[in-house]
């Protein structure tokens, strides 16, 4: 059965890439692939996000593929989901996202009976810009954002049939230019916000004549933070969140000063 159900999926895929936007290795750019592994039948599926000129972040009926489950219950899958809430196997989102926004995509993950050890494996790497990131967020574990490169491909973790199937984020970046300038202003030099850890350090700032201070998520969501002085013209603030890129804004001296750090989870 195992057998018969993996030459299904490679047909449909293969019929997709063939006949739908072009999606084989040699022609493709911006395209990431991820494979899934594990648990004790050993099964394997695959998934693939790629940003396209004229995609929406919607179901596109002639460049998306619909994901098809498994007839197995003791198969592993995954998914990503679009806009609209479809199920996508292959999932094209809009090009021009790829350089101006944050692009969170729900990965969905379901296993058979009594779950196990899986392993999510991440290629494609190449196909992107040096500039852009890509990142996993584990909603279980809530460890956290982690970084995903060509040395850095892999995420094993344990699941089984209980876990939400809603259980994966993958960020997709370029911090390079997400930031536009309405986003972040370095008009007033002066002050100075740098991070270490999970704590932002914001220096020439008089807590006095500083109003008020916002920490922001890249979805422009407050997070929660708590702030003191570590000598007169320090500010340390410490944020209660994941790792992540975050957007601080604070008012001094009539001044709106706005920046974007990344901070970990240590």
């Known amino acids: 059965m195992k057998a018969i159900i993996t030459l299904v999926m490679f047909t449909v895929v293969s019929l997709f890439f063939t006949s739908g936007q072009l999606m ?88 058979g009976y009594g779950g196990g050890a899986y392993l999510l494996t991440f290629s494609e790497f190449d196909t992107f810009d040096e500039s ?32 939400p199937a809603d259980r994966f984020n993958i960020h997709i970046l370029d911090p390079t230019a997400i930031t536009g300038a309405g986003e972040v202003s370095d008009l007033y030099e002066p002050i100075q916000v740098y991070s270490a850890g999970k704590t932002i350090y914001i220096k020439n700032v008089q807590p006095e004549t500083t109003p008020g201070i916002q920490v922001c998520n890249m979805h422009g969501q407050q997070v929660q933070h708590t702030m003191h002085c570590t000598s007169q013209h320090i500010m340390k603030v410490s944020v209660n969140g994941p790792a992540g890129y975050y957007i601080i804004r604070l008012m001094a001296d009539q001044h709106v000063y706005t920046k974007k750090i990344f901070l970990k989870n240590f």
């Open 24 to 111: 084989n290795r040699d022609a493709s750019t911006d395209l990431l692939k991820i494979e899934v592994e594990g648990g004790t039948q050993g099964f394997e599926d695959e998934a693939y996000i790629h940003f396209a000129e004229g995609a929406t972040t919607a179901y596109d009926q002639a460049i998306d593929a619909i994901k098809w489950y498994s007839i197995d219950p003791e198969a592993t899958m995954i998914w990503t989901v679009a806009s609209d809430n479809t199920h996508l196997a292959i999932n094209n989102l809009p090009l021009e996202d790829l350089h101006n926004n944050l692009n969170t995509i729900p990965m969905q993950f379901v296993c």
């Open 132 to 163: 852009v990131e890509i990142w996993l967020e584990d909603q279980v574990t809530g460890e956290g954002w982690l970084r995903l490169t060509p040395d850095n491909s892999d995420y094993a973790f344990n699941g089984n049939p209980d876990d």
